[in-house]
């Protein structure tokens, strides 16, 4: 599968809210300087957090280990990740919650970095969807990852959150993939509690070693899915996940009690080249489309 050009719009990613989800009363919270006024207000309150601190901290050193564990040959994602090793990931003076000029250029020619966000929610009435992305932003500022090299995607998204994400600078993309997302650069997926299936679909649509080595998914812990699926679901319903279990590496996230049902089960993982070139030949020969015909909660509806 290609990687995708102009998407289009059809269906949803996930489906509810994660246990706990409120609503702003009302709806939809006004116009969209209100809801990014509460982005901001978010923002500001995280940087604040120690949550912050301790995840920016955890994330800096997946990427360095990133850098450790991989080849450094022309174009690997080591050498990518070296472009941003000497970050300080610490509050900037310019926020991509200001109005953007897209001043990240440099570093996207530099590193090639790109983003893939699915599943955010209605962030403009939903306070753990806002936090989500207003954590997003911060990452993409962190990263400098220009605004517009990060694809975001829910088809629940209303006309003012799809405008006020344009005012931001990001890419909206309108086609429900499925996950079913291929990669040619080096991309880091966030898809905080998405279903499992968009996981697994994500995994298959890049089910190499050199596209799973060019990816980091910040999502739901892979250990914890494996820990509460018994192994005949999993391996039945969600076999790229089952397999890619052994050449993944995972950093959970900090777990702070006033961002538990905003991160909770939150995980960083990436796939060392040399873990993925240990799994038997087999796991690589079996490549057939997930259809999950025996999966009663599929957790994602389809375009």
Not at 90 to 106: L, R, T, W
Not at 249 to 276: C, G, R, V
């Amino acid at each position: 599968m290609e990687q995708a050009g102009p998407w289009r719009c059809a269906g949803r990613l996930r489906r509810g809210r994660a246990r706990g989800q409120r609503a702003w009363p009302g709806g939809e919270a006004g116009h969209s300087g209100a809801v990014q006024r509460r982005l901001r207000e978010a923002r500001e309150e995280l940087l604040s957090s120690p949550f912050w601190a301790r995840s920016q901290r955890a994330i800096q050193e997946s990427l360095s280990k990133c850098v450790e564990q991989g080849e450094k040959t022309p174009g690997s994602l080591s050498e990518v990740l070296c472009s941003f090793e000497n970050l300080q990931l610490e509050p900037s003076h310019q926020s991509v919650m200001e109005a953007s000029s897209h001043s990240g250029e440099p570093a996207c020619k530099r590193g090639h970095l790109r983003c893939v966000c699915y599943g955010i929610g209605n962030f403009s009435s939903c306070v753990i969807s806002r936090y989500q992305l207003a954590f997003l932003l911060l990452l993409l500022e962190k990263l400098q990852v220009p605004q517009s090299q990060c694809y975001i995607f829910d088809p629940l998204f209303s006309e003012l959150e799809i405008e006020v994400l344009n005012e931001l600078g990001v890419t909206v993309v309108l086609e429900n993939e499925e996950g079913k997302h291929h990669i040619h650069e080096f991309t880091i997926f966030y898809m905080i509690h998405c279903g499992k299936a968009l996981y697994n679909n994500l995994l298959w649509s890049n089910w190499s070693v050199d596209a799973l080595s060019k990816m980091i998914i910040i999502g739901n812990s892979f250990k914890g899915i494996e820990e509460r699926l018994v192994a005949r679901i999993l391996e039945r319903d969600y076999l790229y996940i089952a397999k890619v279990l052994k050449g993944t590496e995972e950093a959970a996230f900090p777990i702070h009690p006033q961002y538990m049902d905003i991160f909770n089960d939150t995980s960083i993982h990436w796939f060392p080249l040399q873990k993925l070139k240990e799994l038997p030949t087999e796991a690589w020969q079996f490549q057939e489309e997930p259809m999950y015909h025996e999966c009663d909660d599929l957790e994602i509806i389809r375009k």
